[in-house]
């Protein structure tokens, strides 16, 4: 039961983090990033390759964030200057390449067979038993600085900014803000978020191959900053550790429905997070909690 | 070289049907469907249904699929895109991969995830001038050729289509004129998704049938759909068949697979250069 709720926590946790890295870019610059599972992808192969070949993982950990960030950026440039349609296309087909590209090179990847024996951090100190408690304390220590540093960003003048650019990227270029620079800059840090976020997922797993990375991944993150309300990093967390874990929890509902298999059951699951998302959009666009600063007038 | 062009050809065509539904919706309804992967996977599965399981001719089921498909198409519309109606369309893309995300596990549900085939002989292909046909190259080619002429002409010649031009190039005068929106987002719907369901049957023919095939036709359909201009229906058929010869004539300096990095590539390369599409003008929006 206890490595259950473990389990969860840290499915939970990873997720969250993913969700304040779309929040940062969908929900305050206004940039849909439908490649966002891609990113995290990234994350977690830089991550555990750095790690397999010997670097210590905070190391690891530390290229896979600067990695994403520049890929994040890159990607972002592509397309960035036009509508939201052609960003959400580009990320996607960026997720959907370096996918069928960690596949087939196996020399670097090993493809479909995954790479083994990732690193936790600190494991070395860590008691024999106690490693998933121990991960869950340093990703609930990442989760904690995301929180923190995004938090920070969005009540900044750099976040006011960002939702300026957001509402009207005209006005805000109109008054000598570059929009082009803050909008790569987003994308950057957001994908900073998706390299921790990759990095606790190879680090948790201490094995990845290319089927753990799908759509569903990004749907979460929707699914977070949707429920949440966009623009709110406390209504993330708060979708995270609610809708979330009772999603990942129902991983574990197959002992009570004998009727469906395995493979039912998780289709169930997809499709109730696919029209859970559309329904939210429909009745309850604001999410949960409230942007920063926006709020209704008292008069 | 003439087998690769032909057989980018076939390629083409068969983006080419998704491609024209994608644009379809986009210039009438003006959002990206993500959930046109999803649509061809339905419907591939619709006809499926009455073929195999009812064990009805091909021909039949997939008129059959077509409707069932339609019926879903409808459903959605009504459920999902209706309500959205006066938000952005972000936010309509968005619930769109929330479409995606249900449909194609609807499929999964009731159809699990090992690959099928449809009930038909395999054939042996035929040889013309010394290029190699298969019969299900030229059953893609007809279909989608009659496909593309209906569309072309309810788009071209019926009031119907004059509704759907007009309603796609100012809204709010189309409704000054009386032209019912209601109506023409229907019909957008019906024709969105029987070509879709045809597209899905012609890439079960070419292949197999599984859950994911839709969405591997994604990035394809949306590069030739930009190609063409999004929101110019006629021009990604142009798109597409770019599409396809390029993709096959990159087989000869990338490995197959890497098809989709070929289309990825194709359209960075175009968004940088010429966002608009080979052949649009209008409606680049910044």
Redesign the interface.
Known sequence: MISYLIATSALVIIAAIAGLALNLQWGLG?L?N?GLFGFYMLGAYVCGLFSVWGAPPLVAMAGAIVLVALASAATSL??I??????L???T???A??LK??IS?EEWLTRGTLGIPGIVRPFAAYVPQGYGDAAFLGFAVLCLVVVFAVFERVARSPFGRLLRASRED??VADTLGKNVLVLRLKTFALGGAALGIAGSLHAFYYTYIDPTQFG??I??YA?MAV?IGGRGSNVGVLIASFTVIALLEGSRFLIDVFPVLDG??L???R??L??????AI??FK?DGLVREYRLRATRS | MAQLLFNGLVTGLLIALPALSLSLTFSVLRFANYAIGAQITLGAYAVYLFNVPLGWPLLLSTAAGMVLAVAVGLLVQALAYEPLRARSSVTRLVASIGVALALENVVRFFAGNSPRGYGVEIARPLRIAGLRINQEQITIMLSVLVALVLVWVVFRFTRLGRAMRAVADDADLAAVRGIRRGRVVAMVWVLASALATLAGVLIGLDATLDPQMGWNYVLPVFTAAILGGIANPMAAVAGALTLGIASELATLVMAPHYRAIVAFLVMAVLLLVRPSGLFGKQWVAK
């Open positions: 206004g849909v439908f592509i397309s200057r036009l509508s939201e349609d052609y959400a296309i580009v996607l087909g960026f959907e390449c069928l590209f087939y990227p005209a759509t569903i990004t749907a929707f949707v493979s039912q998780a289709a169930l997809l499709f997070v696919g029209a859970g998302l559309v959009l429909i666009p």
